[in-house]
């Protein structure tokens, strides 16, 4: 059954929540903006101890209860070290090249509810004042610095405005959508996927259906180091579809215009049965799809396999292009993966 998805809706959705931060660990702004406009569905989201979003839309029937996960949590960093020259050493939250983050615009969240504005730049940034040779060595953790917009030059100066180590950073999204259709921005991983899931929903509400096993909506917030989906799902789950971005580069099948459905990731197949359903469900839905391998890549449907989850798992997502980059999509793949979510949820 095909119904219309609000592809509009669901971009201003995902704009908003790119613009909401949300690095591994600090995810509570992301869960909330989620919870306020999954409002209006009929049933509610709450957050768990571990800080996962989480609630069951009831079904017509309840002898294969389903999931759909989704990651909120973000590439991102967390200060490491005040240097003496009051600038931030950054340690990593997610894995994240140096170069892909120089000359980014950063948020600091300190413990005492301040935030401050700065920038992610080498050491030798100055083109003036370092030679060729000096600016040309690698970016590390050494290498790069974030300078923060406030009048500091010591260690005691950036302690005084209340920065500590630990306190989280979030890099710039730099959201932008295109006449042509494309959305450029940072963490479309996995925000995007949260979108399609809010779009998919939308459309079964607004048609006045509902979905046919009862279905939970878990939205983790671990994933990008691992451990998202290991807690907060419903003991009586017999499927889990995760949803998250499809890799385009130059060897993948995976395109910005399509669904993707994984067959297998670095961490090994998903379940085969489940893929090939959805295969058929796509391929008698119209629906524009590639079933793709990722060469590098883990998802939270592994992680609740590996925490003993007994249930068949897939994985299904929008392309992405330069993942873990400054990331781009079209709407047209959310579309597409909108529209296998609801033929899915229906089935
Ligand atoms: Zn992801």
Redo the contacts with the bound molecule.
């Keep these: 059954m095909t119904l219309m998805i609000d592809t509009d809706k669901m971009v201003e959705f995902l704009v908003g929540l790119l613009n909401t931060p949300s690095p591994t660990g600090d995810t509570k702004r992301g869960m909330s903006y989620i919870q306020e406009s999954f409002g209006p569905l009929p049933f509610e989201m709450n957050l768990t101890p571990k800080g996962v979003l989480v609630g069951t839309w009831p079904g017509q029937v309840n002898d294969h209860p389903r999931a759909l996960t989704a990651?909120v949590d973000t590439l991102g960093g967390i200060v490491g070290e005040i240097k003496s020259n009051g600038r931030l050493r950054v340690s990593q939250l997610g894995g994240w090249e140096w170069t892909s983050v120089e000359g980014e615009g950063v948020t600091i969240f300190t413990g005492n509810g301040q935030t401050y504005r700065g920038s992610f730049l080498p050491t030798t940034a100055s083109v003036h004042a370092h030679s060729r040779k000096e600016r040309e060595t690698e970016s590390d953790y050494k290498k790069m610095e974030v300078r923060i917009d406030a009048r500091t030059k010591s260690a005691q100066e950036t302690r005084a405005l209340g920065i500590r180590v630990g306190d989280f950073i979030a890099f710039d999204p730099r959201v932008e959508v295109s006449e042509a259709g494309f959305i450029r921005s940072r963490h479309l991983?996995?925000k995007a996927s949260i979108a399609t899931i809010y779009g998919a929903l939308e459309a079964i509400n607004r048609a006045g259906l509902k979905p046919r096993q009862d279905t939970t909506i878990h939205i983790s917030n671990y994933?990008e180091v691992g451990h998202g989906a290991a807690a907060g799902m419903p003991q009586n789950l017999v499927e889990l579809v995760a949803i998250?971005?499809a890799v385009v580069a130059p060897i993948q099948t995976s395109d910005e215009y399509s669904v993707t459905i994984c067959a297998k990731d670095s961490r090994g197949p998903y379940h085969v049965d489940l893929r090939r359903e959805l295969e058929k469900l796509a391929e008698e839905e119209g629906i524009a799809y590639h079933t793709d391998i990722y060469h590098f890549y883990g998802s939270d449907g592994e992680a609740y396999w590996r925490a003993g989850g007994d249930v068949r798992v897939a994985l299904i997502g929008p392309g992405v292009d330069a993942s873990h980059h400054y990331e781009r999509t079209h709407r047209d793949s959310l579309e597409e993966t909108a529209k296998l979510i609801v033929a899915y949820l229906l089935s």
């Design positions: 990651h991983d996995d994933e998250d971005m």
